[in-house]
């Protein structure tokens, strides 16, 4: 079954560092989202993508976030300089935008800022 | 967004059913209701969606009364792997909308 990857597992980095999160979505979705988890806390929408830019974002999206498409396979959210609160698990989705909009999510990256 | 509100909790044993009512006083004529499951230190996962009466999968059922204020989600026969987080979530099903998770009903299951 087709799923989303996502690189690296877990990411440790130092307050003030950019860190580029990778994602594999499912290859014939269309529409590409961002989502994070701050531990004990909800899953909150970041960003959806949809045909090379961004659809929506959220207030948490600000100037020091952005996302990318790469090429034809890759999508990725960069984090310009990495503030404490940042520290969280971020979740790649994907849909098809097919029946029920159903997303699929990877596994997610866990990025500690210390 | 139609605002959702769920038990914080809930404790069952394996083999028995569980239900979780969701409710959802606000919901719009052309918002879908739709439950999201997530283990712990995994995304979320797409269970199950309907739009009124009852709708089943493999996984799952759904139960929604005529007014639509709330619904239910019913797992048959749970076992210790169905411990996770669920989630209601009520929204349009405009191709690429955001997903607005609440804080979803913690399910136990024990042995």
């Known amino acids: 079954e087709p799923e989303v990857t996502q690189t690296p597992s877990h990411q440790v980095t130092q307050m003030g560092q950019e860190v580029i999160l990778r994602c594999v979505p499912i290859?014939?979705?269309?529409?590409f989202y961002w989502y994070r988890q701050i531990l004990g806390q909800k899953v909150e929408f970041l960003v959806s993508?949809?045909?090379?830019?961004?659809?929506?974002k959220s207030e948490i999206f600000d100037d020091q976030f952005s996302v990318e498409r790469p090429d034809g396979s890759n999508f990725t959210l960069k984090i310009r300089s990495t503030k404490l609160e940042d520290s969280a698990m971020y979740f790649c989705?994907?849909?098809?935008?097919?029946?029920?909009?159903?997303?699929?999510f990877g596994p997610g990256t866990r990025l500690t800022v210390l | 967004l139609a605002k959702t509100t769920q038990p914080i909790s809930m404790d069952s044993y394996e083999g028995q059913e569980v239900n979780i009512t969701c409710s959802h006083n606000?919901?719009?004529?052309?918002?879908?209701i739709t439950w999201y499951q997530q283990f712990p230190s995994q995304g979320p996962r797409f269970i199950i969606q309907?739009?009124?009466t009852k709708v089943t999968n493999e996984v799952a059922s759904l139960f929604i009364p005529a007014d639509r204020k709330s619904s239910t989600l019913s797992l048959p026969r749970v076992s210790l792997s169905d411990t996770a987080v669920y989630y209601c979530?009520?929204?349009?099903?405009?191709?690429?909308?955001?997903?607005?998770f609440g804080a979803g009903t913690i399910l136990r299951v024990k042995s």
């Open positions: 309907g739009y009124k």
């Open positions: 989705a994907s849909s098809a935008g097919g029946p029920y909009n159903e997303q699929f």
């Open positions: 979530l009520v929204g349009g099903m405009e191709y690429g909308n955001k997903l607005v």
């Open positions: 290859s014939n979705h269309l529409y």
């Open positions: 606000n919901i719009a004529t052309n918002d879908y």
């Open positions: 993508f949809y045909n090379n830019e961004i659809s929506e």
